[in-house]
Each structure stands twice: as structure tokens, then as C-alpha cells.
């Protein structure tokens, strides 16, 4: 079947708030060497997304100015073969995707249009049983956690691990994460449904940020949080370090109240703590790949017996992006804000 010239995409037409989404009429983009290209059925919408519309996340060098960085939906074209699949180790499923098969990917930018080019090294099927809605939900935050709580973090069964933002798309899913491996997870979220969402999910105690100390009821709990989770940055660098363990590590995503904070060397030193951080969008395919491949065979079976699953609070139509970016800013959603072609 022949594909057509153009497609509808959402574009951002100036640095502003959800209303500088607009539909547009952008080419249909062609895969290149080691590329396929996937007609979408569904896009996640991600805190990243929001950023590059306030100008403040620009895309990796050579990438689309589209927003949108996981979708589902399925293969119409494939690109020529690059000399890097022949590193079979490194693919997270079977080399042999044909036109026709549904899979979900997690791609630099462009997800928020009806065609997208995803490197074949990024592509994941789509869990059986699993709508395109829900697999274009997984692969934005599942990759987040996976390389962040589990890589970085190096979170072992029996540690403690404290998600903040336990009702996000990213905290859901690490709540899920950490309970099945056999972590002790605890969260904190900005009220009491969140809390209960949190909880319902596997921690052990969802913590109101609002109204209680995360600190102080991780001290009296358990004596601290191995590793912390954190997309808030500056404002509770030295809470989390007060939080710790000795050997503790704090794993640092976002930093949505702030770039900045002043730290007290001693602590870290007295505690041996770890601190580190980290961004997905700018790794490379092979980078990404590795992360794929983990995921593939430890967690897509989770996925498939539904121990685990995205959390999805909401769908809008393509043509209402600037909707889901003002809900995704009131931040009063539960789990993954979609959008569907």
C-alpha cells in the first residue's frame, strides 16, 4: 500500500504555554539506514514534551522539532540495514520486524503525529493483549525507571526506595517496578487520593509532601531510604540526603522546582552517600538499545501477566495536545496522559 505524502502532526509554533500546540500538515518522514517507520495509533505525553514547549528542552542535534517520545502503532516501512543490528546481543527482541507489526518505540521526538521514524534498536512489541493506547503508555517511563532505579540506583531486593511523584507516569511505574523485584517502596504525591493510588499500587506508605515530613517518617519507619527516586531537584537536595542511609543513593531525573540547591559536603561523606543524575532523550540508539534489551526480557513478561501495567488516566485526540499539556501542568492526573491518532 502506498503511503501518503503528508500526515497531521502537532507542532510548537513559539516557546509559550499549551495553547502554541497547533495541528499542522508537516511530509510523511522516510526511515533511514537502521530505521523503521511506524504509522501511530497512540503517543505518551511526557514532562519533557512540556519542557520543549516552554523552550527550555531543546531536541538532540539532527532530531524533528516535533513533540512526542514514545508511541505505539504499526510498521509500514523499513529502512535499509544498518551495520549495527548485526549486534544481536544488544536487540532488545527478533531482527526479523516486518511490515505490519505492531510495536511500541521510544524515539527522540516526533510522536506527536501520524507517522513517526523510530530506530529499529528502540522498538519493543507490543505486550499481547495490550491496546495501542496502553503500549504507547510504556516506553518513555518504563526506560526512565529501568536505567534510573535499577542501573544507577542499583536497587536490590529488601532496600528501601522512596518515589517522589508516586502518582506521575514515572512514579507509578517504579512503584510497580520495585515491589515486584522485592524492594520496600514508599512515595509521596500531593494528596490523599494520590497517597491511596500510591499505596493501592505497592508502597508501603504514600506520603501527603503537602502536609507530613518524608524525612522524618522514612527515618521512623525503617531508618531511611536506601534510594530516592527525585524529579523535584533543588528545593529537596538536603531532605533526601537527611533521608539516606549510609550508602544511600540519590537518583536525581528532573528538576521541575529548581536547578539549584546549596549542599553540605560532610553529609555525603559522613553518610557515604551517592548522588547522581541523568536524561534519557540525548543517549545514543546503542545506549538505548542496552536499556530495551533488559527491559525486554525482565520486564515484558511482568507486562504480559499484567504484575505490572501503565496506569492511564486519560486520552485525548491528537488535535487536543495543548488539552493534555494544561492537564499535565495542573498536575491533578494519575498515571500516563495519551494521545491517540
Same mark, same amino acid.
Given at each position: ?6 500526515? #497531521? ?14 495541528? !499542522? ?16 495509533? /497512540? ?7 512540556? $519542557? ?10 539532527? !532530531? ?16 535499509? !540495514? &544498518? ?13 526479523? =520486524? ?16 501520524? *507517522?513517526?521514524?523510530?530506530?529499529? %534498536?528502540?522498538? %519493543?512489541?507490543?505486550?499481547?493483549? *495490550? ?10 517511563? @518504563?526506560?526512565?525507571? =529501568?536505567?534510573?532505579? @535499577?542501573?544507577?540506583?542499583? +536497587? ?5 526506595? +522512596? ?13 510497580? +517496578? ?7 517502596? @514508599? ?21 501527603? *509532601?503537602?502536609?507530613? &515530613? ?10 531511611? /531510604? ?9 528545593? *529537596? ?6 533521608? +539516606? #542511609? ?34 534519557? #532523550? ?17 520486564? =515484558? ?7 505490572? $501495567? ?15 499539556? /494544561? ?13 491517540? !491518532?
Amino acid at each position: 500500500m502506498a503511503l501518503p505524502e503528508s500526515m #497531521r502532526a502537532i507542532e510548537i509554533t513559539q516557546p509559550g504555554g499549551p495553547e502554541v500546540l497547533r495541528p !499542522t500538515t508537516r511530509p510523511v518522514p522516510q526511515p533511514g539506514p537502521g530505521e523503521v517507520l511506524i504509522k501511530v495509533a /497512540a503517543a505518551g505525553v511526557n514532562r519533557p514534551d512540556v $519542557q520543549q514547549r516552554k523552550g527550555s528542552y531543546n531536541p538532540p542535534p539532527g !532530531t524533528t522539532d516535533l513533540p512526542g517520545l514514545e508511541i505505539a502503532g504499526t510498521i509500514v516501512a523499513i529502512g535499509e !540495514t &544498518d551495520p549495527a543490528m548485526e549486534l544481536e546481543d544488544l536487540y532488545p527482541g527478533p531482527l526479523n =520486524w516486518k511490515i505490519g507489526d505492531a510495536v511500541c518505540a521510544l524515539v527522540a521526538g516526533g510522536g506527536y503525529a501520524e *507517522y513517526c521514524v523510530a530506530p529499529i %534498536l528502540q522498538c %519493543l512489541p507490543v505486550p499481547e493483549g *495490550y491496546s495501542m493506547v496502553e503500549a504507547a503508555g510504556l516506553p518513555e517511563t @518504563f526506560f526512565t525507571v =529501568w536505567t534510573n532505579v @535499577f542501573d544507577r540506583g542499583r +536497587l536490590k531486593p529488601g532496600e528501601v526506595l +522512596l518515589v517522589h511523584g508516586g502518582s506521575s507516569g514515572i512514579g507509578t511505574t517504579a512503584i510497580q +517496578l520495585a515491589k515486584q523485584f522485592g524492594a520496600r517502596v @514508599f512515595a509521596t504525591a500531593g494528596s490523599a487520593e494520590k497517597c491511596k493510588v500510591c499505596e493501592d499500587l505497592g508502597a508501603e506508605r504514600g506520603i501527603n *509532601y503537602k502536609t507530613e &515530613d518524608f524525612a522524618q517518617i522514612l527515618k521512623n519507619t525503617c531508618g531511611g /531510604a536506601d534510594v530516592i527516586l527525585d524529579m523535584v531537584g533543588g528545593p *529537596y537536595l538536603e531532605k533526601n540526603l537527611d533521608a +539516606l #542511609r549510609t550508602e544511600g543513593r540519590l537518583v536525581i531525573i528532573a528538576v521541575l522546582e529548581g536547578a539549584k540547591a546549596e549542599l553540605f559536603i560532610p553529609t555525603l561523606m559522613m553518610k557515604r552517600l551517592t548522588v547522581t543524575a541523568s536524561t534519557l #532523550r540525548p543517549r545514543s540508539v546503542m545506549q538505548k538499545a542496552i536499556i530495551g534489551r533488559d527491559l525486554y526480557h525482565k520486564v =515484558w513478561p511482568l507486562l504480559a501477566s499484567r504484575e505490572v $501495567q501503565p496506569l492511564i488516566h486519560t486520552v485525548f485526540p491528537l488535535d487536543q495536545a495543548s488539552a493534555a499539556h /494544561a492537564l499535565m501542568e495542573s498536575s491533578t492526573h494519575i498515571g500516563k496522559i495519551m494521545l491517540e !491518532t
